[in-house]
């Protein structure tokens, strides 16, 4: 018996994408699926093409909502099964996705099956793997880690028990996502296939917003912070808290025009004592003194 798989598709003006989605979910024949479509109220065809296959749909809606995590969310609370991941409506499964996941699934240990990932855009593809993963890992993004989110699957109670995703992050809200589920449930079971086509276009967020990522994974490291179930994760967040600092001086002091490159230069060697300690950081601070000697 495989497993049963819940899949939520969040969704807003999606239609020249849409249709390729719900047929790359309903034509795996999985024999446990439970598809639900969250529509954010569409303008365009997206709400026509959803009717198309309301039939084989578990539940859908249109109406207007808080963005893509509050979609999910919403998604969530009619979902069942075992297995659970959304997949946004511009991506794809590729064909036998379904299969290879529910049967990692089928052995009690595994808490999360993560596989391969084809990124690809209108003129190139590129194979990314999951790998390494682990909640420190993650978060300091350690050599050899990767994560792309419609790769990575999770058992349903395990991804509500962690506290799912959380609707006040639009952008890093998977990364946070998996960093709590990885630090409470951490046996990974990896598959060696392309699970998902992860589509990169001008309209994608990846794409468009990578500085927001990175404003949201401070705030994220901030509030694993202050949170005590955490706690063994706090030596690692002090860290990335301490690196962000360090590198905002570093900008800012190489920056500073209206200094001499000799003020600049005795500024950072003055503040040496605050650098955190890594190999990394250490030649980030020497490629700061080298770019204002040498500008």
Not at 34 to 53: F, Q
Not at 148 to 159: A, D
Not at 182 to 194: A, C, E, N, Q
Request: glycine share 6%; net charge positive; proline share 3%.
């Amino acid at each position: 018996m495989l497993p049963s798989i819940s899949i939520v598709t969040p969704t807003f003006n999606q239609g020249q994408y849409i249709e390729q989605t719900i047929n790359s979910v309903l034509d795996q024949q999985y024999p446990n699926l439970e598809y639900i479509i969250v529509d954010g109220g569409s303008t365009d065809n997206s709400v026509s093409i959803i009717k198309k296959y309301e039939r084989h749909l578990a539940w859908w809606v249109s109406e207007k909502d808080k963005g893509q995590t509050n979609a999910i969310n919403k998604g969530l609370q009619r979902c069942t099964g075992e297995v659970f991941n959304w997949l946004n409506s511009d991506d794809y499964l590729q064909q036998g996705a379904l299969q290879k996941i529910g049967a990692a699934f089928n052995s009690p240990e595994v808490d999360l099956v993560a596989g391969k990932v084809n990124n690809f855009s209108a003129d190139k593809n590129e194979i990314v793997a999951n790998q390494h993963l682990s909640a420190a890992g993650l978060m300091r993004w350690d050599k050899g880690v990767q994560f792309i989110q419609p790769g990575v699957w999770m058992r349903r109670t395990n991804f509500i028990a962690c506290g799912g995703v959380k609707e006040r992050f639009h952008y890093s809200f998977d990364w946070d996502l998996l960093i709590r589920y990885l630090y409470f449930y951490p046996s990974v079971k990896y598959l060696d296939d392309v699970l998902v086509n992860f589509r990169l276009h001008n309209e994608s967020k990846t794409v468009s917003s990578l500085g927001k990522f990175a404003e949201e994974e401070k705030l994220i490291i901030r509030e694993l912070y202050t949170t005590n179930k955490f706690a063994s994760l706090h030596p690692v967040c002090k860290w990335k808290m301490d690196r962000s600092r360090w590198t905002g001086f570093l900008t800012d002091t190489t920056n500073a025009a209206d200094r001499s490159k000799l003020n600049r230069v005795y500024t950072i060697l003055k503040q040496l004592n605050k650098q955190p300690s890594d190999p990394k950081i250490m030649r980030m601070t020497l490629g700061a003194i080298k770019k204002i000697l040498i500008s």
